[in-house]
């Protein structure tokens, strides 16, 4: 088995290398180039490099632009720092766009992309082509997770498409579970690297299916799909991981107290764990105070 080439793993990015590890496999050995790869939330382009590197070692090397790269491409304060610490030469702040720089981190393999930068809700409006791959990492608000599943997920092939989403184990993020938890009956579980979740579309997803808000209008019972959206027999930090996020999902659907008392009741895991972990202490705190303010944003 050839090993992920050192170029995909050293590209600047928050990836993990198991992460980039399965992309570039998918591009590699499963894509069959029938439909696009939908690359959502890139930041400096580290899961298109994977991508269009495993479409490159195929046998033959594929030929087309399948890829199709999104990111705002603007900082927030956090992506300001890293920006300053790897760029020095320019001066970085919040609401600076970052764009160009992107661009010339992806020039290697534009022969394999299609990449637009701006908000997704404006520059991915419509797929007129089935989607073998979806790679989620800009779910952040639950309007653009919305639109990510009425736009993508009606184009996935049963049997063979894979979601990925990036930030399924992530504290502050429950509408990515109560999505998946409305659509279980669709898709299976089939593993996970660092943050992301893997789930193999098993049966057509119909457009109707889709367009359910299940964030701000959902069909049943908030929790109940939250639940049905967490796989069993995840690792210890996961599984904590999960618990967090549905604080916040307790937060929404039932109030700051049944919210708190959820958080008091969870344990971090001991020892060593695969990267920080937040308190369920601070979580409790945030839910007594600015809670989810952010899940109201357009």
């Known amino acids: 088995m050839r090993g992920l080439p050192e170029h995909v793993a050293s590209h600047l990015g928050m990836l993990t290398t198991e992460e980039r590890r399965f992309l570039y496999e ?42 199709q790269s999104f990111d705002l491409a603007t900082c927030d304060q956090s ?37 637009a930068v701006g908000d997704i809700r404006e ?94 209008d959902p069909p049943r019972p908030g929790l109940q799909m939250f639940d049905a959206g967490v796989p069993s027999g995840l690792s210890e930090t996961e599984a904590y991981l999960a618990d967090l996020a549905r604080v916040s999902a307790v937060r929404w659907f039932e109030g700051v107290d049944a919210s708190v008392q959820y958080a008091n009741r969870l344990t971090k895991p001991s020892g060593e764990t695969p990267w920080t972990l937040p308190e369920a202490s601070f979580v409790a705190d945030v839910m007594k105070g600015r809670g989810l303010d952010w899940a109201h944003a357009s």
Not at 138 to 156: D, G, Y
Not at 178 to 201: E, Q
């Open 26 to 67: 998918f591009a590699r050995d499963t894509f069959r180039g029938e439909g696009l790869i939908i690359d959502a939330g890139i930041f400096m382009g580290a899961s298109t490099a994977a991508l269009a590197t495993g479409l490159r070692d195929r046998s033959p090397p594929y030929v087309g632009r399948p890829i």
């Open 123 to 216: 520059t991915l409006v419509n797929l007129n082509e089935p989607v073998e791959l979806a790679f989620l990492d800009c779910s952040k608000l639950p309007s653009v997770n919305a639109h990510l599943t009425r736009v993508i997920f009606p184009r996935l092939i049963p049997g063979h498409s894979v979601v990925v989403q990036q930030d399924f184990f992530h504290e502050w993020l429950p509408w990515i579970h109560v999505t998946m938890g409305y659509l279980a009956p669709y898709f299976r579980f089939i593993g996970s690297a660092g943050p992301s979740a893997f789930f193999r579309c098993e049966k057509a997803i119909p457009e109707h299916v889709a367009a359910i808000d299940t964030w701000n």
């Open 79 to 115: 992506t300001a720092e890293t920006m300053a610490y790897h760029f020095p030469q320019e001066e970085w702040q919040q609401g600076k766009s970052f764009a160009h720089v992107l661009t010339r981190a992806l020039s290697p393999y534009e022969d394999l992309v299609e990449f």
